[in-house]
């Protein structure tokens, strides 16, 4: 069975530009979860989708969004991009909603902000 | 707010020995908890899950222990091998339904030979 995969792995933005980010999950999996992770604030959750309906968000500004389709797939995008922004992105997906499911993860989007 | 605290930025164990990781968090009552392994430039991977209820849970060379009353869970890797230097997070998610997934920074686990 294929796992998460993620698209693409690298990416280098500047200031004020957008990206769309990218994943795939497990064949049968219905939630994806989106996740940040930076050296000092660690791995922290963006929000998740089931059933193409956004279940949970985490503090983050209205600047990052997504979607899921009906197929799973799960798509993020940044707008206006800040430096700050420069982070691993992951993405993890579950059978079952999130919670006493175990995520499992892409090996994540690197991006990087000019 | 909720808070979880992993007890060590790093830890360095003789080969052989028992590893032992720890994970607190307080202004919480998770209803689960979770530990990953994460390699440099991979995503974490899931290796135990364990439930409020449970207060230990096993896997091969892997040891779970949850204490609630404690707000604490003890990760434990017997017999270490070099192979399992990595970092080690722990998760906690709420009992509410619109409870979000919280990491703890982890635990950088190095074992030499």
């Known amino acids: 069975k294929a796992g998460v995969t993620q698209t693409p792995r690298y990416l280098i933005k500047t200031r004020g530009q957008q990206v769309t980010l990218s994943c795939s999950p497990i064949?049968?999996?219905?939630?994806v979860s989106w996740y940040q992770q930076t050296p000092g604030q660690g791995l922290q959750f963006l929000f998740e989708y089931f059933s193409e309906t956004q279940r949970n968000k985490g503090n983050f500004p209205g600047r990052f969004s997504g979607r899921q389709f009906s197929n799973s797939r799960s798509e993020m995008n940044v707008s206006t991009l800040e430096l700050g922004d420069s982070a691993l992105y992951l993405c993890a997906s579950s059978s079952g909603p999130q919670g006493n499911q175990p995520q499992h993860f892409g090996d994540g989007t690197r991006l990087s902000i000019l | 707010s909720q808070k979880i605290e992993q007890n060590s930025e790093a830890l360095n164990i003789q080969e052989g020995k028992t590893a032992t990781l720890t994970c607190n968090y307080t202004?919480?009552?998770?209803?689960?908890l979770q530990w990953y392994r994460q390699d440099p430039g991979r995503g974490p991977v899931f290796l135990l899950l364990?439930?409020?209820?449970?207060k230990e849970k096993r896997k091969e060379r892997l040891k779970v222990t949850f204490d609630t009353t404690l707000k604490q869970s003890l990760f434990h890797i017997t017999a270490s091998q070099p192979a399992d230097s990595a970092t080690y997070l722990c998760?906690?998610?709420?009992?509410?339904?619109?409870?979000?997934?919280?990491f703890g920074s982890g635990t950088r686990l190095s074992i030499r030979p």
């Open positions: 998760a906690l998610e709420g009992d509410s339904s619109a409870s979000k997934i919280i």
């Open positions: 364990i439930r409020e209820n449970e």
């Open positions: 064949s049968g999996h219905r939630s």
């Open positions: 202004n919480y009552s998770p209803a689960y």
